[in-house]
């Protein structure tokens, strides 16, 4: 499946962002889906994770409570609503599809080009 990410950009301490995640090419319903984001010098990391109905979703504690993953599995996107952004989320962000939620980057078979992130102290 092909993925292209969008909606990153500079924004400030406390304000809010939309990532989106396009689909294509083989039916993305049948994929979990999954957010992940790697800070200069860090590895890559988890940061959200959907199941293909979106019945499932996991977390990275550092994000509990102020992000949001969703998919629309008509329009084959899935978002990531990122509240109360703090300078450590500074990333670059990437979607990836798995055949299910696993916060392992390494079970990801596809991944889309990433979208940068910065936030402003």
């Known amino acids: 499946v092909q993925l292209q990410a969008s909606g990153g950009g500079l924004v400030q301490t406390g304000g809010s962002l939309r990532l989106s995640c396009s689909a294509s090419?083989?039916?993305?319903?049948?994929?979990?889906m999954a957010w992940f984001r790697q800070a200069p010098g860090k590895e890559r990391e988890f940061v959200a994770g959907i199941s293909q109905s979106g019945g499932t979703t996991k977390y990275a504690d550092s994000v509990k409570g102020r992000f949001t993953i969703n998919r629309d599995n008509v329009k084959n996107t899935v978002t990531l609503q990122m509240t109360s952004l703090k300078p450590e989320d500074t990333a670059v962000y990437y979607c990836?599809?798995?055949?299910?939620?696993?916060?392992?980057?390494?079970?990801?078979?596809?991944w889309g080009h990433g979208t940068l992130v910065t936030v402003s102290s």
């Open positions: 090419g083989r039916t993305p319903s049948w994929y979990a």
């Open positions: 990836a599809a798995a055949n299910s939620v696993v916060t392992t980057q390494y079970e990801y078979t596809d």
